[in-house]
């Protein structure tokens, strides 16, 4: 029957810790439950980048880089003098857990005080829900499904994926291409600083609400626009509503499901292709 | 709840199905998915396999769904297939899997807050439990269908595709099979 | 096994579905000593134990494996017809909300409700029918809404925040529950949406308030931001305590402090 296939890492750090170069690079396999079928990828970081990768297999493979301790040194307000001639006899919790069940992988109890860097295969029909706070970068490639990716300080980037996605970070770009959409599915794309760059096939059917407060909107897409940069009050499909200031909101191939961009500061590239 | 399920509501949806919308079948899931769940669990009493036959039910209804029609009523329907979903299962199961249906019984008996208490012709959930696993498919199923399905046996007839008076006959000797066992089970314990 | 010639007696005698003839015959044979009543008595007694037989509940895989097949089945048929319907684009939400067996209960009950309703009331008035169908159209997408905000998915729950687009202003499930949204869901995205659709239904004092109160609780600057223009949208002054209170943080990105400060102007 469903097996829930737990598999306990403990990493044991040694050279890591000092130093920063020499990086402890592991891979495990999980196996699922279903092969063949669609599936789903969990994994929320503190510290640490992320890229995933579709590829043609049945299991999902994961490489983790420990680049040793990171943010803990805020706790740790000892000086090296305090431990000169001392030889360190404590490891820095370290490992990480990986959750099998019914096709759904997740990755948890990562060390909140390490950075670790993740490298992951996935089968193409995978869902992901990624996260990190701090990361050089978070990517994506050619991987179809439904896809919650955040970030706060570091870059997005989606390449050559297919389905929908609800993306956001604080800071950093977030540029992404569709080679597929999935109809009828809503996305949502937001950041604070940095360029929000999409790129969809042409003839995808999709209503926009995009607004850049300080930066500027392309496209080279046919908009259909209803309204745009104007603060009025109006009725439309007999419902209230109240125009903000600076909001491009247009039909694009007919109207469809609504993808909202929205920044503060940066520019929105909406592409076709 | 089951009180509230209108038969003909339940054919009208079978038909959408047939007819193409499939996800109509969500609807009769909902309905069905507890009844169908305890009528395998009576028979096996194994959680997993249970969930599993449910599961192969409703695969089978949208492979053959075609085959549906609208002549009588989609409940008989639905455990025609599940009965025969039953019996191939019991084809194919290994000695082994029967041997954990023995342990599994045990485990119930554990679990069972009023502790068997036989001696006065109280008869345990364990002993009847026994007992009813002794009997052949075909018993086991008339019998639930009857105690706890509440079909009328015109209905059951219609599940097993037999006549009404065999039904009868063969809940009459199921409960006869049981009592015999019973007997056996104590003079057991007696010796 | 001599009895078995009156088994159809004594099962219906069992299942207390003895007709008043049968029941006559029944009382006749066991006086002339045909029926052995003691083992009629055990018969009974175990028939009796078999309905305490306990039967746990089923796992929620259950519903998990039901809905992946219907979906693997949905597409392979969607694969080999190449139409699609406007019809379907309204449909996808209510399908996939029977993943939620509790709504898929409440939507079955509605549509009994509604054909019910219907057969009940051939007579009536045109107007009236339609007003009242409206609504009713209404209640499901609230039901639908609500449930959708439940899914663990974001873009549902994403389509949930926009299906109340068009659910009338008035309604205050709506708007507690696009409020709990904004102050509980897990994704940062959907918040912003809910942020959005709140403003729309900003006439509500109840919503204007749950907006304010709510300032203080977003941690992130996305929807600091969306918080800080749906109060400059709304003009809504007592906001400003709650911006003022926000930008007591030192941690605070320049670039959003800025934008606070001039919402605050804006205000005032």
Same mark, same amino acid.
Not at chain 1, 29 to 41: I, R, W
Not at chain 2, 30 to 53: G, I, K, N, P, Q
Not at chain 2, 159 to 166: D, K, L, P, T
Not at chain 3, 223 to 246: C, H, K, N, P, T
């Given at each position: 029957m ?7 890492l403990?990493?044991?750090a040694?050279?890591?810790i ?5 990086l402890a690079?592991e ?9 063949g079928?669609?599936g789903?990828?969990?994994l929320?970081? $503190?510290?640490?980048s992320i890229?995933v990768?579709g ?6 493979v994961?490489?983790h880089?420990d680049l040793?301790?990171?943010?803990a040194?805020?706790?740790d307000?000892d000086n090296?003098?305090?431990r000169?001639?001392l ?5 820095p919790?370290?490992g990480f857990? $990986? ?7 997740t990755?948890s109890r990562?060390s909140?005080v390490r ?6 295969l996935v ?5 992901l829900t990624? !996260? ?5 970068y978070l990517t994506?490639?050619?991987v179809?499904?439904?896809?919650e ?11 050559d994926?297919? !389905?929908s996605?609800v993306v956001?970070t604080v ?5 992404a291409t ?12 937001g950041n ?5 760059d999409v790129t ?5 059917r ?12 392309f496209?080279?897409f ?8 104007r603060t009025d009050e109006h009725t439309?499909?007999g ?5 903000m200031n600076n909001w491009?909101i247009?039909?694009?191939n007919?109207g ?5 961009f929205?920044?503060?500061r940066?520019?929105?590239?909406l592409r076709?292709r | 709840m089951?009180?509230l ?5 339940d054919?009208v949806?079978?038909?959408k ?5 499939i996800d109509?079948?969500g609807?009769?899931?909902e309905r069905y998915h507890?009844?169908l769940f ?5 028979l096996?009493a194994?959680r997993?396999v249970?969930e599993?036959l449910v ?12 085959s ?15 009965r025969?979903?039953?019996?191939d299962?019991?084809?194919?199961s290994?000695p ?7 342990a ?7 679990e069972?807050?009023d502790?068997?208490d036989h001696?006065d012709?109280n008869l345990?959930?364990l002993?009847v439990r026994r ?10 199923q008339v ?7 509440g079909f009328k046996y015109?209905?059951i007839?219609a599940?097993m595709?037999c ?5 009868k006959v063969?809940?009459?000797?199921a409960?006869?099979?049981?009592k ?9 314990e007696?010796l | 096994?001599?009895?078995?010639d009156?088994?159809?007696?004594i099962?219906?005698y ?7 003839a049968?029941?006559?015959q029944?009382?006749?044979? +066991?006086?002339?000593?045909?029926l052995?009543i003691?083992?009629?008595?055990e018969l009974?007694?175990m028939y009796?134990?078999?309905g ?12 998990q494996?039901?809905y ?8 392979a048929?969607e694969a080999s017809?190449?139409e699609?319907?406007?019809?379907r684009?309204?449909?996808q939400?209510?399908i996939?909300?029977f993943?939620s067996?509790g709504?898929?209960?409440a939507?079955?009950?509605?549509? +009994?409700?509604?054909l ?5 009331t051939p007579?009536?008035?045109r ?6 169908l409206s609504?009713?159209?209404y ?5 639908l809404?609500?449930?959708l ?9 994403l389509?949930a925040v926009? /299906?109340?687009?068009q ?5 205050t ?5 696009l409020l709990?949204t ?7 995205? /959907?918040?912003?949406?809910a942020?959005d659709a709140l403003v729309?239904?900003?006439s509500?004092a109840?919503?204007r308030?749950?907006?304010?109160s709510?300032i ?5 600057p996305? +929807? ?8 400059i949208e709304?003009?809504e002054?007592?906001? /400003? ?10 941690t605070?990105d320049?670039? +959003?402090?800025h934008?606070?400060e001039?919402t605050?102007?804006?205000?005032l």
């Amino acid at each position: 029957m469903k097996t829930v296939k737990t598999i306990l890492l403990t990493l044991i750090a040694t050279l890591v810790i000092f130093a920063g170069t020499s990086l402890a690079q592991e891979q495990i396999a999980v196996p699922l439950s279903n092969p063949g079928q669609p599936g789903k990828l969990s994994l929320k970081l $503190v510290l640490g980048s992320i890229k995933v990768t579709g590829y043609e297999g049945n299991e999902v493979v994961i490489r983790h880089t420990d680049l040793g301790r990171g943010m803990a040194l805020m706790n740790d307000s000892d000086n090296d003098e305090d431990r000169e001639g001392l030889r360190r006899i404590s490891r820095p919790a370290s490992g990480f857990e $990986v959750n099998e069940h019914n096709n759904t992988v997740t990755i948890s109890r990562i060390s909140p005080v390490r950075s670790v860097d993740f490298e992951i295969l996935v089968p193409t029909r995978f869902s992901l829900t990624l !996260g990190s706070v701090n990361g050089d970068y978070l990517t994506v490639e050619n991987v179809h499904g439904d896809h919650e990716i955040s970030h706060v300080n570091g870059n997005i980037e989606l390449r050559d994926i297919s !389905g929908s996605a609800v993306v956001n970070t604080v800071n950093g770009n977030i540029i992404a291409t569709f080679s597929r959409v999935t109809p009828d599915k809503p996305m949502s794309f937001g950041n604070i600083n940095g360029r929000i760059d999409v790129t969809l096939p042409a003839n995808t059917r999709f209503s926009t609400k995009m607004r850049s407060e300080m930066g500027e909107m392309f496209t080279d897409f046919d908009f259909n626009e209803q309204e745009s940069g104007r603060t009025d009050e109006h009725t439309r499909n007999g419902r209230f509503r109240v125009q903000m200031n600076n909001w491009v909101i247009a039909d694009v191939n007919g109207g469809g499901p609504e993808y909202l961009f929205r920044t503060l500061r940066g520019n929105i590239y909406l592409r076709s292709r | 709840m089951e009180n509230l399920l209108d038969p003909t509501t339940d054919n009208v949806l079978m038909m959408k199905v047939k007819n193409g919308d499939i996800d109509r079948l969500g609807l009769l899931f909902e309905r069905y998915h507890h009844r169908l769940f305890a009528f395998f669990y009576r028979l096996t009493a194994r959680r997993d396999v249970s969930e599993d036959l449910v599961q192969g039910v409703f695969e089978r209804i949208l492979k053959y769904r075609h085959s549906f029609s609208d002549q009588g009523s989609f409940s008989s329907w639905l455990f025609g297939i599940a009965r025969n979903l039953h019996i191939d299962y019991c084809n194919n199961s290994r000695p082994a899997d029967i041997a954990l249906d023995e342990a599994h019984l045990d485990i119930i008996a554990a679990e069972s807050p009023d502790s068997p208490d036989h001696s006065d012709g109280n008869l345990s959930h364990l002993l009847v439990r026994r007992a009813l696993e002794k009997l052949d498919p075909d018993k086991k199923q008339v019998l639930i269908l009857s105690r706890y399905e509440g079909f009328k046996y015109r209905e059951i007839a219609a599940i097993m595709n037999c006549s009404e008076a065999a039904v009868k006959v063969r809940v009459f000797r199921a409960l006869n099979e049981m009592k015999e066992t019973i007997t056996a089970f104590r003079n057991q314990e007696r010796l | 096994m001599k009895h078995e010639d009156y088994s159809e007696l004594i099962t219906d005698y069992l299942r207390g579905t003895l007709s008043e003839a049968g029941q006559q015959q029944f009382r006749m044979l +066991v006086e002339e000593g045909r029926l052995d009543i003691s083992e009629i008595i055990e018969l009974e007694k175990m028939y009796r134990e078999l309905g305490t037989i306990p039967v746990p509940e089923p796992g929620s895989q259950m519903h998990q494996r039901f809905y992946a097949m219907l979906d693997q089945e949905t597409a392979a048929m969607e694969a080999s017809s190449t139409e699609t319907g406007k019809t379907r684009d309204w449909l996808q939400p209510v399908i996939n909300s029977f993943r939620s067996p509790g709504l898929a209960w409440a939507l079955g009950m509605l549509l +009994v409700g509604l054909l019910a309703g219907d057969l009940f009331t051939p007579f009536s008035n045109r107007d009236d029918k339609i007003e009242r169908l409206s609504s009713e159209v209404y209640q499901m997408r609230e039901i639908l809404m609500i449930s959708l905000l439940e899914n663990d998915s974001p873009v549902e729950r994403l389509r949930a925040v926009n /299906v109340s687009h068009q659910i009338p202003a008035a309604d205050t499930r709506v708007a507690e529950a696009l409020l709990n949204t904004l102050n509980n869901d897990t994704n940062i995205n /959907v918040r912003i949406a809910a942020v959005d659709a709140l403003v729309e239904r900003g006439s509500s004092a109840f919503v204007r308030q749950g907006l304010v109160s709510s300032i203080s609780r977003q941690e992130s600057p996305l +929807v600091q931001i969306a918080l800080a223009d749906a109060m400059i949208e709304l003009q809504e002054r007592s906001a /400003v305590g709650q911006f003022r209170l926000l930008l007591e943080q030192e941690t605070m990105d320049p670039n +959003v402090r800025h934008k606070l400060e001039n919402t605050i102007i804006a205000l005032l």
